[in-house]
Nanobody
Framework: QVQVVESGGGLVQPGRSLRLSCAAS????????MGWYRQVPGSERELVAR???????SYGDPVRVRFTISRDNDKNTVYLQMMRLKPEDTAVYYC???????????????WGQGTLVTVSS
């Protein structure tokens, strides 16, 4: 069993900041990467940010300058610091965990249930 829990979503005014958290727990041997994705109703889920086990970060183009992802490996937790939020950032944000359940196993993906971020004045 692997649990992925997001927190930190809410209503925020344009130009303000918000910080999301994601904690993974359960039968995890090692984590390859953790990341944030977002989805608006009627649209496909898109990459926001990801950080792998080496600390390498990648970002989707719309948030490349404004968002920062960080990690706490001891807690299996990642954070998404969102700056200068725009109305178009409004979406459900999902946390993804790519991991190994055991040594030599195949990589697996686990998803959180999502946290809603609404950017509106």
């Amino acid at each position: 069993q692997v649990q992925v829990v997001e927190s930190g979503g809410g209503l925020v005014q344009p130009g303000r900041s918000l910080r999301l958290s994601c904690a993974a727990s359960g039968s995890i041997f090692s984590i390859n990467a953790m990341g944030w994705y977002r989805q608006v109703p009627g649209s496909e889920r898109e990459l926001v940010a990801r950080i792998d086990d080496r600390g390498y970060r990648s970002y989707g183009d719309p948030v490349r300058v404004r968002f920062t992802i960080s990690r706490d490996n001891d807690k299996n937790t990642v954070y998404l610091q969102m700056m200068r939020l725009k109305p178009e950032d409004t979406a459900v944000y999902y946390c993804n965990v790519n991991y190994l359940a055991n040594a030599g196993g195949t990589s697996l993906d686990a998803w959180g249930q999502g946290t809603l971020v609404t950017v509106s004045s």
